[in-house]
């Protein structure tokens, strides 16, 4: 069974930045399709990036230019570089990562079967 831990989340300006971290306590992310998604209170989740194990990766229109997706090779972990925040991106962050996502669907949430338990991201006006 993984554990998916999330972190990096805090409270930051508008126009600031943040790093998000996905890692699995025992295993290496390396060779899994791997997301984040955010939900704000009372929305649905969004699909906000992805990385195949391919290292392709997707990003949602709003975050394009901004947000950024990476391995991080010698952690064995993803990353989501959060750059230009604002209160708009305020959400729970969530990381899913799977081995079998399948071309095309990688933001696609009932393509992953483990979840980690989201961190918290902030963005003051």
């Known amino acids: 069974q993984f554990k998916i831990v999330e972190s990096g989340g805090g409270l930051v300006q508008t126009g600031g930045s943040l790093r998000l971290s996905c890692a699995e306590s025992?295993?290496?992310?390396?060779?899994?399709?791997v997301a984040w998604f955010r939900q704000i209170p009372g929305k649905e989740r969004e699909g906000v990036s992805c990385i195949g194990a391919r290292d392709n990766t997707t990003y949602v229109d709003s975050v394009k230019g901004r947000f950024t997706i990476s391995r991080d090779s010698a952690k064995k972990t993803v990353s989501l570089q959060l750059n230009s925040l604002t209160p708009e991106d305020t959400a729970l962050y969530y990381c899913?990562?799977?081995?079998?996502?399948?071309?095309?669907?990688?933001?696609?949430?009932?393509?992953?079967?483990?979840w980690g338990q989201g961190t918290q991201v902030a963005v003051a006006p």
């Open positions: 025992r295993f290496s992310l390396e060779h899994y399709g």
């Open positions: 899913a990562v799977d081995a079998l996502v399948r071309p095309g669907l990688c933001m696609t949430e009932s393509e992953y079967k483990w």
